[in-house]
């Protein structure tokens, strides 16, 4: 069910980019370009069904975003992702013996939103935002020890989130404003990992061998950002922190920084 309804909502953000695309072409708009580079890092290993990952990612990109009307905002962005050392441990069922590897991540960022001016007042506003991320992360290349036996994995993970979020915006200077948002986001995880052993092994483990975990865990939880703005008709500087909960179903928080420069059109 909620598998169906996170595919809805993914229906539902292209079919509103769709309806507006023949707007696009028929009258001038507003484009705001905006590179930008990002950080996140789980407070502490995500762990579900005997598996714990070592969330991180660094990700550079291109976020596109135009005015329809106005009210409505549509929005994309895409990314490249890379962390120099993450992490995943596995725990064999039979053995309850845990395997540790650890090496370098790379994946691809992507996401599609829009949001809705709901009130405005003077050099202040609330929005409502809908925004679908999606986080390929491959880490082929996975070493470590266990039981002082070399151990060589892979995991390849799929970080899924759905944001409802309402975004007020104050100014706080003649150059700057003050961006506090809050809401839900609905997230999916889906790892595939892998342990092997090409020597060693005892009892009912003998090697070569291997460890092959899956998950697949869906929940929602809160989440909050606050942003720094520049104030230019042009082209301005954003700087955001914020914090996602993933307390629900894996025990632990991501904290994220995100810089980035706008070009408008």
């Keep these: ?74 929005g994309t962005r895409l990314g490249y992702g890379y962390h120099p050392n993450a992490g995943v441990s596995l725990t064999d069922s039979v053995s309850q013996i845990a395997v540790d590897v650890t090496g370098p991540v790379s994946g691809i960022y992507r996401g599609v939103g829009v949001d809705y001016l709901l009130w405005t007042k003077s050099d202040t506003s609330v929005r409502s935002t809908l925004i679908y991320l999606r986080r390929n992360i491959d880490a082929p290349d996975l070493t470590g020890f266990a039981n002082s036996r070399a151990i060589s994995g892979s995991a390849v993970n799929d970080f899924d989130t759905l944001d409802l979020m309402f975004d007020a915006k104050f100014r706080i200077s003649e150059a700057a404003f003050l961006n506090v948002a809050a809401g839900l986001s609905q997230w999916n995880l889906k790892t595939t990992a892998t342990a092997r052993s090409e020597t060693g092994g005892r009892g009912v483990i003998r090697c070569p061998c291997s460890v092959t975990k899956r998950i697949n865990t869906t929940s929602v939880d809160p989440l909050l950002s606050i942003a720094v703005s520049s104030d230019n008709p042009l082209h301005n500087f954003e700087f955001k922190v914020y914090g996602r909960s993933l307390e629900s179903k894996a025990g632990t928080k991501i904290f994220g920084l995100e810089i980035g420069y706008n070009f408008k059109f």
């Design 1 to 74: 069910m909620v598998k169906t309804t996170l595919n809805f909502l993914k229906l539902t953000i292209l079919a509103f980019i769709y309806q507006f695309s023949e707007t696009q072409y028929a009258s001038a708009l507003d484009i705001n370009v905006s590179p930008f580079a990002l950080y996140e890092q789980g407070q502490e290993s995500i762990t579900i069904d005997g598996v714990k990952t070592k969330y991180g990612l660094g990700a550079v990109g291109v976020a596109i975003e135009t005015m329809l009307g106005e009210k409505f905002k549509i």
